[in-house]
């Protein structure tokens, strides 16, 4: 059966400091795979997503950056965190025309 | 970009009565598909309708789906006090993208 990995479940950055987060899928091959960011009682933002190895399209521009180096991994960086980059990160993978599957999400805080 | 909209944002039953939910969406579609998330936990998907069905049922959820209307909403009958989190609706987009409403937080009372 498929699962998916995100990690570190919770994080708490200072102003300026590098970040990455990391997500990995197993049991599937080839998945779509995306970052969205939850602000507080809201909806699902979409950060980037990625259909293939090297391939990322980027949906807001921001402090933020993604890379796929492997099939099944997906990592979210930024060299020097912002206040505003604080929320839940969540990381998902699907096939076109089908369900997402979710992580359990990453809780960052920068202080 | 949210195309999808919920309401109401926020409801709160007794443990046993129906809940429903509703979305609204913008744009022709191929699928709808509702998501349940509990407080700080990633979402989990509970039911996909096509755009030719009308309705589906998955054990105490029904959901139904009007396209004339571009709405959809989500039933859960006999609620638990474990049916408490959040709910979203998410519609097909292009560029292998969900669209996501801003999704209705379900509160169940014991």
């Known amino acids: 059966s498929q699962t998916i990995h995100q990690w570190p479940a919770t994080l708490v950055q200072p102003v300026g400091s590098p970040l990455s987060l990391e997500c990995t899928v197993e049991?599937?091959?080839?998945?779509?795979l995306y970052w969205y960011r939850q602000a507080a009682g809201r909806g699902l933002q979409l950060l980037f997503y990625?259909?293939?190895?090297?391939?990322i399209s980027s949906e807001v521009p921001q402090n933020l950056s993604a890379s796929r180096p492997q099939d099944r991994q997906f990592i979210l960086s930024s060299k020097k965190l912002l206040l505003s980059d604080s929320g839940f990160y969540l990381c998902?993978?699907?096939?076109?025309?089908?369900?997402?599957?979710f992580g359990q999400g990453t809780r960052l805080t920068v202080v | 970009s949210q195309q999808g909209e919920e309401d109401p944002q926020a409801l709160s039953i007794q443990e046993g009565e129906n809940a429903t939910m509703n979305c609204s969406y913008k744009?022709?579609?191929?699928?709808l598909q509702w998501y349940r998330q509990n407080s700080g936990r990633g979402l989990v998907h509970l039911i996909l309708?096509?755009?030719n069905e009308r309705e589906k049922h998955s054990g105490r959820l029904r959901v139904t789906l009007d396209t004339s209307k571009k709405s959809s909403s989500l039933l859960i009958t006999a609620s638990r006090a474990a049916d408490t989190a959040s709910y979203f609706c998410?519609?097909?987009?292009?560029?292998?993208?969900?669209?996501w409403g801003a999704g209705t937080k379900l509160i169940i009372k014991p």
């Open positions: 998902a993978w699907s096939r076109v025309g089908t369900e997402a599957f």
């Open positions: 049991g599937t091959s080839n998945p779509n």
């Open positions: 990625s259909v293939g190895i090297g391939q």
């Open positions: 744009t022709s579609i191929n699928n």
């Open positions: 309708i096509r755009s």
């Open positions: 998410a519609t097909d987009g292009s560029n292998y993208q969900l669209i």
